[in-house]
């Protein structure tokens, strides 16, 4: 998109300064799978932490004595504080370079997971969680600026899904081994197994990341930052994609939230250790994201995000069935359809900015978890007041907020070219 199409300049914030022999990263070519891998392992360690006591829910709420509503602040308190600092960490990204902030962010977020399990009481585990959600905010839109500078714009869909197949990787893993470990020795020592799975994530991230070559210093001035921000919320099409990131990650935080509850209860009645190897099921967001670029090539972007939300609402309907196999199948489709439209909106975010990358992916970020903290606390309420029924209604009305929005990009998009073809 020009900066004409978003009304944005292109003088703000930092530039990817492109050489007329393009020296930016592209698969099979030198750096790339450091990178690829490096960013990978970034991804498993910040889901791995951000989602740590998802798992172990019933748990704490019978050692702490607290309903589910209650429990779920720390799933929420933690996507919640990266919500509220994705956006003052981008800016930090473009002052002082993506690499170094990713790293630092990943440093503190892996030491607060090692103090986590010495939580006293709930109060102080919704803290610790809240402080280690806004550490973590410096890694997500770092990320993706990394990679639009980095990476030749053909590959971007392609190096972006990759990311967020190892936040599926992190997600997945981290509430498996939260499950058989606690089923052993308490949730306590699950969440510290994670932090130190964090720390040796976080080390190799380090030490693969390639340098990065095509990044330009910007400015930390307030002015300079309320002026990129005003133009990327300015832009529709960027304001479309972050409320679709957001209604997406509604449906996942609500579902993934309550889904351990549902399976510990009757008719099911699975062990903790079951519950936890039910997030399996992450491994098809793995496949959905690192193909998403394939999906948009056959379909376009609003195709695959139809796509993506046909597949997560026929996912709740069938999880609503009293069927362990059917819920599962359920639980797939809905792991599939959110992996995909998140690495769809994500990616195109990446590629509609055309200035203050960080914090036009950052303003994404937010969204994004704030759909996590809003699904994770009415997914609760509503399980209580409503039982999975109510879950699964808070969910398709997300899904219909998805289409409502793609079907009015999908308009916008025509009345346009309807209007260069007067013009022209």
Not at 174 to 198: F, N
Not at 224 to 244: F, G, K, Q
Request: proline share 4%; net charge positive.
């Amino acid at each position: 998109m020009s900066p004409a199409s978003t009304g944005a300049p292109t003088t703000l914030g930092a530039v990817t300064s492109v050489p007329a022999s393009d020296s930016r990263m592209t698969p099979g070519g030198p750096g790339y799978r450091r990178m690829s891998f490096a960013l990978f392992l970034a991804g498993v360690a910040t889901f791995a932490l951000l989602y740590s006591t998802q798992a172990l829910l019933p748990l704490i709420s019978g050692e702490f004595g607290v309903a589910a509503s209650e429990a779920s602040w720390t799933v929420a308190a933690a996507t919640g504080g990266l919500a509220l600092f994705v956006l003052p960490m981008s800016a930090l990204s473009e002052r002082f370079g993506r690499r170094t902030v990713m790293t630092a962010s990943l440093g503190v977020a892996v030491t607060l997971g090692l103090l986590v399990p010495f939580a006293p009481n709930l109060t102080s585990l919704v803290v610790l969680r809240a402080v280690q959600g806004a550490a973590l905010a410096g890694l997500p839109a770092s990320a993706t600026a990394y990679l639009a500078e980095e990476v030749r714009p053909r590959a971007l869909i392609t190096a972006i899904g990759l990311f967020v197949a190892g936040n599926s990787v992190g997600g997945m893993s981290g509430r498996v081994i939260t499950g058989w470990v606690a089923q052993e020795w308490g949730w306590r020592v699950a969440v510290g197994v994670i932090g130190a799975m964090a720390v040796a994530c976080a080390v190799a991230f380090r030490l693969l990341l390639p340098a990065p070559k095509h990044f330009v210093a910007g400015s930390l001035k307030p002015r300079v930052l309320a002026r990129t921000v005003r133009d990327h919320l300015s832009a529709p099409l960027l304001r479309r994609l972050y409320a679709i990131g957001a209604l997406f990650m509604t449906v996942f935080g609500g579902v993934y939230t309550v889904i351990g509850y549902r399976l510990t209860e009757a008719p099911f009645g699975l062990g903790q250790g079951i519950v936890g190897s039910i997030f399996l099921v992450y491994l098809v967001g793995t496949v959905s994201a690192s193909t998403a670029g394939r999906l948009v090539g056959r379909l376009g972007r609003r195709g695959a995000l139809y796509a993506a939300g046909g597949t997560t609402a026929a996912g709740l309907l069938l999880s609503m069935a009293d069927n362990l196999p059917l819920v599962l199948l359920g639980l797939v489709l809905i792991t599939a359809g959110f992996f995909a439209g998140h690495a769809v909106a994500s990616s195109a975010v990446s590629k509609t900015a055309t200035h203050g990358r960080a914090q036009a992916s950052a303003l994404y970020q937010s969204a994004y978890y704030v759909g996590s903290s809003a699904g994770s606390t009415v997914g609760a309420i509503a399980f209580h007041a409503g039982g999975w029924a109510g879950t699964v209604g808070v969910g398709l009305l997300a899904v219909v907020g998805v289409v409502t929005i793609t079907v009015l990009g999908t308009r916008a998009a025509r009345l346009q070219r309807r209007s260069l073809a007067t013009a022209a």
